[in-house]
């Protein structure tokens, strides 16, 4: 039944001998016949992207992919291999927006969203040949004649029948999630395409000083975002670590006992030593008036997140930048503000930047904050912060 494999066969050959052997008697489309009164076992590709040429990765994931329907095949079912499009999302309107020579959301708006996703599926199909001689090559038995293609209305209506079903089962409700994301291209990215765009770059970090409600104290906390600073809710402390109240010069102020000597640069005394529980609950003046409070606000709370390995033992939270910012107000029963919009700038709420983008705003916010002499100490920060992998635009939270 087998030929006996020579030490000199070339494997490259004898693929192509199979192949044509397979196309020749439509050994797939047999193979299909030969169970259609098998159990179904249905196959629905994860669907790839056709105005992208096809690479080495792709190749690794269609011979993977391969391998179930082969195996069930074998076990007897009948296996609907049913090919699919991806004609959707950011991969398809980036190339058409480098075609127009335009960038972002606003601009595809003036050139008309009409126009602009008649282009896209004129570019969808760009490469499909590459991908069907790609995909025969390496011997991926799919149906690529009959696929489902994601604008196709059919498509469409299957998803909102889903969502639909959901929905009246009581399983879906709107929220709240912190995510990372491109304002440039108006997305949120997955974890492994944050992994790809990650650059040490400089920032400025800030120590700023929260005035103790009806008390010349300060709560000191650090951050290397400045821009969230108008969005703050609460500080939180760890319950169980050792705060201290120090004189420094003619201020008092409230921070990790572990941290003095690294934040504290001029000669200070301790007044107290305090447990981070005996914080809870004290108030604080805001920063910044961007929102009217509805219930408690601007509150030290505590949270075992709180380390001790920088900063001051003190984090400030903005429950929309911010996944752990968000747990713990939330936790806490504190409000949800989103003084930023779709394109990374501030709303109206934030009347002295409105417009601005956040990244942008930060050396402006740290200069207001030591005119009004609110700001311990600024200083730069080196770190590894991720950009979006299609545009380079930072990201935020």
């Known amino acids: 039944m087998y030929k006996k494999v020579t030490s000199d066969m070339n494997f490259a050959e004898r693929e192509l001998k199979i192949l044509k052997f397979w196309d020749e008697n439509h050994i797939f489309a047999k193979s299909e016949k030969q169970r259609k009164d098998g159990p179904y076992f249905t196959f629905y590709d994860g669907p790839p992207t056709a105005n992208g040429k096809p690479h080495i990765g792709h190749v690794i994931t269609r011979v993977v992919k391969d391998i179930i329907p082969r195996y069930r095949t074998m076990k007897g079912h009948n296996v609907n291999r049913k090919a699919g499009w991806d004609t959707h999302g950011l991969p398809v309107e980036l190339e058409v927006e480098k075609a127009l020579d335009i960038s972002g959301k606003p601009e595809i708006e003036k050139y008309g969203i009409e126009p602009f996703i008649q ?118 402390v760890n319950a169980n670590e050792k705060y201290a109240r120090a004189k420094c010069g003619d201020k008092i102020y409230i921070l990790a006992e572990a941290l003095l000597e690294t934040v504290l640069k001029e000669k200070y005394e301790v007044l107290e030593f305090v447990k981070g529980a005996a914080l809870e609950g004290i108030e604080y003046e805001p920063l910044y008036k961007v929102f009217e409070p509805e219930g408690k606000s601007f509150v030290v709370v505590c949270d075992d997140y709180v380390s001790l390995s920088s900063g001051t033992g003190v984090v400030h939270n903005a429950p929309a930048f911010g996944e752990d910012d968000a747990r713990i107000c939330r936790a806490n029963g504190l409000p949800f503000i989103q003084p930023v919009d779709a394109r990374g700038c501030f709303t109206e709420n934030v009347p002295f930047w409105a417009g601005l983008f956040v990244k942008d705003a930060d050396p402006l916010i740290v200069k207001e904050l030591k005119a009004s002499g609110r700001l311990y100490l600024a200083e730069p920060y080196t770190h590894s912060y991720p950009f979006c992998w299609r545009c380079d635009t930072p990201l935020i939270y």
């Open 119 to 236: 282009k896209c599926k004129e570019s969808v199909w760009r490469y499909e040949k590459d991908w069907r001689d790609m995909s025969h090559r390496v011997g991926f038995w799919i149906d690529m004649d009959d696929p489902y293609i994601t604008y196709h209305d059919t498509y469409i209506e299957s998803v909102w029948w889903s969502l639909r079903q959901i929905w009246d089962k009581g399983l879906m409700y709107k929220g709240h999630k912190v995510v990372p994301y491109c304002p440039r291209c108006g997305t949120a990215l997955s974890s492994h395409e944050v992994a790809q765009g990650y650059q040490d770059i400089e920032e400025p970090s800030v120590f700023v000083n929260f005035k103790v409600k009806d008390k010349d104290e300060y709560i000191m906390a650090w951050t290397t975002t400045p821009w969230t600073l108008p969005s703050n809710v609460c500080l939180a």
